[in-house]
């Protein structure tokens, strides 16, 4: 009887190799996926501003901006953030709304590099807009300037209402209050905003390189738009991610 001897190249891996590798590969990205957006949920909103040209910001159709607005190259940044949107200051109050809304839960992370501490750096969610006037009413994470980086910063969670009717154009109500860290100037920090509802009661907690700060209870907004302003700061804004779970 002639038997046939199989004989495997040297340099050429067995079928079964290159598909266990194949396998593996396709595992370790699914991995990363759901490592990256809890319970694999995909995000809402992902912006890394990389598309825009440094200058000043022409914002996509939707998105709701107050006073100037510039796509920026961060002097002092890691490689990770060689874009990013910057609210300059120019004007109390400067800042963006972007789309789509997101209801019920929700996680928001952004990364900030504050260049000048004047008053203070804000998250929005759940912004709700008046057709008529304009006037917004959100909540926010407020990041106050701690004395130029020299001592903690006050965070707050807020719910902020526009209207005319209030000397200044609107009412700041504090839900909750704590010092937060030191933020030195030009450093970049990730700040996350999670709201989860349990029982009919809304939880909003706010994080600053992975530590919780702050958190207050609430259901006044139910839903509404996500978003950032500064009151005075100079700001770099990038790699905004917003996962929902309605």
């Given at each position: ?171 700041a109500t504090t839900l909750a209050e704590a010092d937060g860290p030191i933020l030195h100037r030009d450093e970049w920090h990730h700040v996350q905003v999670k709201v989860v509802g349990d ?48």
């Open positions: 009887m002639n038997r046939r001897r199989l004989t495997q190249h040297p340099n050429r891996p067995a079928a079964w190799m290159i598909a266990l590798a194949v396998g593996l590969s396709f595992m370790a990205v699914r991995s990363l996926e759901a490592a990256s957006h809890p319970k694999g949920r995909a995000p809402v909103i992902q912006e890394d501003f990389e598309s825009f040209k440094v200058g000043p910001w022409t914002p996509p159709d939707g998105v709701l901006t107050r006073g100037p607005l510039f796509i920026e190259a961060p002097e002092v940044s890691p490689a990770t953030h060689t874009k990013a949107l910057a609210t300059r200051g120019l004007m109390r109050g400067e800042r963006f709304v972007l789309t789509p809304v997101v209801d019920g839960n929700m996680t928001y992370d952004v990364d900030i590099q504050r260049l000048e501490q004047v008053l203070d750096t804000d998250l929005m969610w759940r912004v709700n807009v008046n057709p008529e006037s304009g006037a917004q009413t959100y909540y926010q994470a407020s990041i106050g300037y701690g004395r130029k980086g020299l001592e903690p910063t006050v965070c707050r969670i807020q719910i902020i209402t526009e209207d005319s009717i209030f000397p200044s154009g609107f009412v029982h009919g009661v809304d939880t909003h907690i706010l994080s600053i390189d992975g530590v919780e700060v702050v958190r207050a209870a609430d259901n006044t907004l139910a839903g509404g738009r996500i978003g950032g302003r500064v009151g005075g700061d100079m700001t770099h804004w990038d790699n905004i991610v917003v996962t929902s779970d309605p």
